[in-house]
């Protein structure tokens, strides 16, 4: 055993699960439960105590019977003892139990079906009366089985499991796998028993119980020989809004069983959407449960953007049936196996079915630029991060196992190429099915696939914090140039203790030479520094990084620049460079390795650019600057921010083309709406305002539905009470899709007037927005002057309601310390900040808190650095 592995806080192995028969009774009137599990065990040592986990559960009686107990007969506990802060319990046995041998135990327990989103909880919706109803449903990962039964909660603890739910006879009871029988228990109750479970982890076990409708498909078969049935379930009224997840669900199986190799091995497939949900979505093995807003499409309302998200959800949960499901991580540590490779597998099925999405440049803007940022700060984490215990796992939920794992296996595949990754995953995943695996086990099948000892270089990436930047040096002569690499921060004052990390870095040079282009040399750097055959002598421009891969930024000198503004203006890089690019730029100048007033200099290039995921990384960028000079004069960026967007909002017009248009055209016409509004295009905000009160006087055309939120925004924004009051009243109604619902919640925190922000703040802890959805209401807020002050105030006053409404999902709380407090600059806002969480426990968040601080320090000196850059800039350019 590792000494990581032996610093872990895991239950004892004396005994080990093999098999669990579990009952469950919900009462969705009383919100409890009673329980019954029979587990099979393993005595490996002998012990007189049994050590399983279970946390807020009642347990009422133990036994044990069987070879290990040397009895037949049960044998009762003589008493069973709780340790809260570790969430075990002890059952002790007058007799000891002997190894080698197998043992029955069962336990009797209930519980109470909670309002926290974790465990086995309770969700609320309307019925067809208009009144609350309740169901029972279950979000298991990473350590809340033992929420809801007693049992082995780890992933390497795997068993087979046999549920049946107990419930009244009107009602739909749904497990991982597929109804075995169904019969009468007597009282209008009904016993359900689902069929045996694959060897799988406690994570992933899954069961809800409520009134529920669905629709349903099946794949072809050609893959195990049978059709598997897919089904979308939601609660009465609304299934048909899952046909397009579940057209999405059906065709990816089927690529998935083609490229992975592997048919999928459950005879069912089920997703449904749930009201209250704090994840996105969970993969649980044959029952994926989602947010309404990551599963329900409403065809002709939707956003384009929230259909696209959609998909890619239902592709990414998919691909878990296998990379997680089928082979499982063998502890957290290792959790970017599983959402890294599922980030990237997600985004290659979508690109597959929907080429016109873009996908995997939309990944850049989404995944990967999101990952760079926060892998930039010296609070980041590795992609695979030591975790001790269960109360520090929910703090690697993030960008880093996520987007960068993601971008990691992205940048991997291009070098080894994808015939030889899918041969290396193809061999993983038949090696360790139903078992579990390592980072090394899948860095070794892809080794062997491809002839490339993957190991030696990929380690550094998921074993070191950050990244680095590559500075470029042109060498005289024109036929090299030399690069180094050092880790970038975005505090730009890296020490030499912290840059001592050498990362294989693929720098995939493009030089496009007098007469034409052409790609150069695919160098890797794996030294400090480099001398490079470039041939870059009288050639137009050149490019590191071509279609932005790798995981890096570059540093090109004052004429490189020049020359790629050039070549961006004459439209002649590809889309993923372009942003590459400017986001390159962006960072450089907030980090001090370049002046901000080159970064908008480099903007002017993009002047004529046409497509929406550029555009987007344009906002991303102008929209950081404009935050960290908030309390700068502003007319000057504004000005600059309607020279970009209104020319693009008057080209795209306010309407779709008669004939039709493409979904990223809408979405641009958004976004220009959007920019030009906040920067104070008068004609747009009036033109926002006159549509948003056609569009509640009943011309529900006056509105595009790829523009709803952002039109909202503007005119909310630009406008007053009535605005607002109008935008409020459509996130109430129930009948508007949930996507734009939730928009349109998001967008009443773009107000300018105070007073209708402390209404909101108000607003957003009531019984009016769901637990999941508080943050949409503040995610604006803090972006501008009226409510940066008013959103951290609020959460200061509201600190020890919100600890204990989130207290079992406390990444929810992390999620809100970054919306209220990450946009401040000032050193002594940050002390403050500091001050307010050194008095607390933030022990399952801390990590959100220290990128919170270094980030508002972080931008501190960036605007003390470049306060008179930008001033100049905007005045020498015209923009007063």
């Known amino acids: 055993m590792s000494s990581a592995a032996e610093e ?122 208009g009144k609350p109803r309740h169901m029972a449903t279950t979000q298991f990962e990473p350590t809340d089985a033992r ?206 079915l929907f080429p016109e999405y873009h996908a995997w440049t939309q990944f850049l803007v989404d995944e990967m630029q999101r990952a760079l940022a926060l892998d930039a700060l010296r609070s980041s984490h590795p992609i695979q991060v030591p975790v001790r215990r269960s109360s520090e796992i929910s703090q690697i939920f993030d960008a880093i196992s996520y987007s960068k794992g993601g971008s990691a296996i992205r940048m991997l595949s291009s070098y080894i190429g994808l015939d030889s990754f899918f041969k290396g995953v193809r061999a993983y995943l038949q090696k360790h099915k139903y078992a579990n695996a390592s980072t090394q086990d899948l860095w070794s099948a892809l080794s062997e696939a491809s002839g490339v000892d993957v190991t030696e270089f990929m380690a550094i990436w998921t074993r070191t914090i950050g990244y680095p930047i590559v500075t470029v040096a042109e060498l005289e002569g024109g036929t090299q140039i030399e690069v180094q690499q050092n880790r970038y921060l975005s505090a730009g004052d890296v020490t030499s203790a912290e840059d001592q990390a050498l990362w294989w870095v693929p720098l995939r040079i493009d030089v496009h030479g007098a007469a034409g282009a052409g790609a150069g040399p695919t160098d890797v750097l794996t030294a400090r520094r480099a001398t490079i055959d470039a041939a870059i002598g009288g050639a137009k421009w050149y490019k590191l990084n071509k279609d932005t891969v790798g995981i890096y930024r570059v540093k090109y000198p004052p004429g490189a620049v020049a020359n790629i503004a050039q070549a961006i203006a004459d439209g002649e890089l590809g889309t993923n460079d372009r942003i590459g690019v400017i986001a390159d730029a962006a960072a450089l100048a907030s980090s001090g390795h370049s002046n901000t007033s080159d970064f908008l200099t480099l903007l002017r290039a993009y002047s004529g650019e046409t497509e929406f995921i550029v555009w987007q990384e344009i906002v991303l960028r102008t929209g950081a600057l404009e935050s960290v000079w908030l309390d700068e004069p502003a007319a000057g960026l504004r000005a600059l921010a309607r020279s970009l967007f209104s020319p693009l909002a008057e080209r795209l017009g306010w309407d779709p083309a008669p004939g039709g248009e493409d979904s990223l055209t809408g979405s641009l016409r958004a976004l220009a709406i959007r920019a030009a509004g906040f920067a104070g295009d008068q004609a747009v905000c009036d033109e926002a305002r006159r549509r948003v009160g056609a569009f509640f006087g009943g011309d529900r055309s006056a509105i595009a539905a790829d523009a ?173």
């Open 147 to 352: 929420r809801a039964f007693p049992c082995w909660d780890e992933p390497t603890q795997k068993a087979t499991f046999d549920v049946t739910l107990r419930v009244a006879e009107g009602l739909t009871a749904l497990s991982n796998m597929d109804v075995a029988r169904v019969e009468p228990a007597g009282d209008g109750l009904k016993e359900v028993s689902f069929n045996t479970t694959p060897i799988m982890s406690t994570y992933l076990l899954a069961f809800v119980v409520g009134e529920l409708e669905y629709i349903e498909a099946q794949t072809s078969g050609k893959h195990n020989g049978r059709p598997v049935a897919c089904r979308v379930y939601t609660t009465p009224g609304k299934s048909e809004k899952g046909r397009f997840a579940l057209n999405v669900a059906v065709q990816v199986l089927e690529y998935f069983a083609d490229v992975f190799g592997v048919a999928y091995p459950l005879p069912k497939l089920d997703q449904i959407a749930i009201n209250d949900f704090e994840a996105g979505a969970m993969e649980n093995w044959g029952l994926v449960t989602y947010r309404e807003v990551a599963l329900l499409v409403d065809d002709a309302n939707t956003s384009s953007r929230a259909r696209q998200q959609v998909a890619y959800v239902v592709s990414h949960e998919i691909a878990h049936q296998w990379f997680g499901n089928l082979v499982t991580m063998e502890w957290w540590s290792e959790l970017w196996l599983n959402e890294g490779f599922a980030t990237w597998v997600g985004t290659l099925a979508v690109d597959h």
């Open 8 to 129: 872990r806080e895991l239950l004892p192995t004396t005994v080990s699960p093999v098999h669990y028969d579990l009952l469950l009774a919900p009462d969705l009137d009383a919100l409890t439960y009673t329980g019954s599990v029979r587990i099979k065990v393993r005595v490996n040592e002998a012990t007189s105590t049994v050590v399983l986990h279970a946390n807020e559960l009642d347990i009422a009686e133990a036994s044990i019977r069987g070879a290990a107990a040397q009895s037949e007969a049960p044998l009762a506990a003589s008493s069973i003892t709780f340790n809260k802060d570790d969430e075990t319990v002890h059952i002790a046995f007058a007799r000891e139990l002997a190894a080698e041998a197998e043992a029955e135990l069962h336990i009797a327990f209930s519980g109470v079906l909670n309002d926290l989103m974790v465990g086995f909880y309770r969700s609320t919706y309307a019925g067809a009366d």
């Open 708 to 880: 709803l939120g952002d039109v909202f925004a503007v005119a909310v924004h630009s406008g007053g009470r009535s605005e607002f009051d109008a935008v409020k009243g459509y996130y109430l109604d129930p009948a508007n899709p949930v996507d734009q619902r939730l928009s349109a919640l998001a967008s009443l925190g773009t107000s300018a007037d105070g007073a209708l922000l402390d209404e909101l703040l108000e607003f957003a802890l009531s019984d009016k927005v769901r637990n999941q959805d508080v943050h949409k209401a503040i995610v604006y807020m803090a972006k501008q002057r009226a409510g940066r002050k008013r959103v951290w105030d609020w959460y200061q006053a509201n600190y020890d309601l919100l600890a204990n409404r989130y207290r079992a999902s406390m990444n929810y709380m992390g999620m809100l310390v970054r919306l209220s407090a990450g946009e401040f600059t000032g050193d002594g806002r940050a002390d403050e900040i500091e001050r307010f969480f050194a008095a607390r426990d933030t022990s399952k968040y801390q990590r959100v808190v220290d990128q919170t601080l270094e980030k508002i320090r972080s931008n501190t000196r960036w605007l003390e650095k470049d306060r008179a850059d930008v001033a100049a800039w905007l005045a020498t350019n015209g923009f007063q």
